[in-house]
C-alpha cells in the first residue's frame, strides 16, 4: 500500500506540473516578454553553491543536503532546474530566480507537537513553512483559502491546503498548495507560483450578473445551486479577469445537469463552458 501510494504521489506531481505548465502558458509568455527578457539564466553552479542550494537548505532545514543537478527542464510556465538530493526529495526551480516552484520533500515538516485528527493545529505548523520558503509570502498577501483531507485507508490521512494572493475579491496567479502525508515519510508536496498582478480587478459584471448569465447557458432556474469566484486568468500577453460559476440543478427525474461558466468580469462574454457529464 506504501509503495503503490508513493507511485501515486509521483505520478500526481507529473500530473500538476503537466496542468500548471498548460494553465500558465500565456502568462509565462507575457513574463519572458515584459519581465524576464533581461533577466539571465542561472548558472549551473547555482545549484550547488548559489542561491537555489541556499533554498532548498531552507526547505530541508539542513546544510548538509547533497544536490544532485539534473539539467534544465523547459515547461510552458517556464524554464526549471530539476535538482534531487541524497534524501530523495525532488524539486523544481525557477531557472531565472532560484524560486522553488514545485517539490516533493520527505520529512519536511515535524510532527512532534501535530496532532493528525486537528487540520486546524496542522495549519499553523504547515503555514509557517510556506511562510519561510514563499518568498513574497507577506509582501503578497497571501490569504489561507481552504483546506481539506483525503483518506487514503491503511496509508492514512493526506491533508491539503491552499493559499493565494488576493486583490480585492479577485484571486490572483501567485498561490500557494501543500499537500502534507505524514503517514508517508512526512511526505510534503509544494506547489507555490509567483507572478506580477498586471490588470485591474475591479469587475463591471456583478457576481449576481455573472451567475445569471452562466445559469441561463445551461437553461437552469434560480433555484439552481451556484457557487462563482472573481479570477485572474492568463491571456496572452496579458491576464484577464473573470468570473468562474458553477451551477447544478436536479431535474424532474433527480438528475443533476449544470457545469461550469468561465463569464468576463468586463464584458459579460461567456468565455468557456463545461457542462457536467
Known amino acids: 500500500m506504501v509503495k503503490k501510494m508513493q507511485k501515486n504521489n509521483l505520478l500526481k506531481l507529473i500530473g500538476v506540473l503537466f496542468g500548471l505548465s498548460i494553465l500558465l ?11 524576464m527578457a533581461s533577466q539571465a539564466i542561472l548558472s549551473p553552479d547555482a545549484t550547488e553553491k548559489g542561491i537555489v542550494k541556499e ?19 523547459e515547461f510552458p510556465l517556464g524554464k526549471m532546474y530539476e535538482v534531487t538530493t541524497n534524501a530523495g526529495d525532488r524539486y523544481y526551480v525557477n531557472a531565472n530566480t532560484g524560486d522553488i516552484e514545485v517539490a516533493t ?30 518568498r513574497n509570502f507577506t509582501a503578497k498577501k497571501m490569504t489561507f483559502v481552504n483546506s481539506k483531507i483525503i483518506d487514503h485507508g491503511d496509508a492514512g490521512k493526506e491533508y491539503i ?3 493565494n494572493e488576493m486583490s480585492g475579491d479577485a484571486y490572483t496567479l501567485s498561490s500557494v498548495m501543500v499537500s502534507f502525508n505524514p503517514n508517508l515519510d512526512n511526505t510534503l508536496t509544494y506547489i507555490g507560483f509567483d507572478r506580477p498582478l498586471l490588470i485591474d480587478t475591479t469587475p463591471k459584471i456583478s ?13 437552469m432556474s434560480s433555484a439552481a445551486i ?32 449544470g ?15 463545461n457542462p457536467v457529464l
Open 25 to 35: 502558458t500565456c502568462t509565462v509568455t507575457a513574463l519572458d516578454d515584459n519581465n
Open 55 to 73: 533554498n532548498i537548505q531552507k526547505f530541508t532545514g539542513s546544510q548538509n543536503v547533497v544536490i544532485s543537478n539534473k539539467g534544465i527542464r
Open 105 to 134: 520533500i520527505h520529512n519536511a515538516v515535524s510532527t512532534k507537537s501535530m496532532d493528525t485528527n486537528d487540520i486546524a493545529r496542522m495549519n499553523e505548523t504547515v503555514q509557517k513553512f510556506v511562510e519561510k520558503n514563499y
Open 161 to 163: 491546503y491552499y493559499w
Open 207 to 219: 457576481q449576481n450578473d455573472a451567475e445569471v448569465i452562466a445559469r441561463s447557458i445551461f437553461k
Open 226 to 257: 451556484t457557487t462563482s469566484k472573481l479570477v485572474i486568468v492568463p491571456n496572452e500577453e496579458n491576464q484577464k479577469l473573470v468570473w468562474i460559476v458553477d451551477s447544478i440543478e436536479l431535474d424532474e427525474k433527480g438528475l443533476s445537469h
Open 259 to 273: 457545469g461550469k461558466a468561465t463569464v468576463d468580469a468586463l464584458s459579460g462574454k461567456v468565455i468557456s463552458i
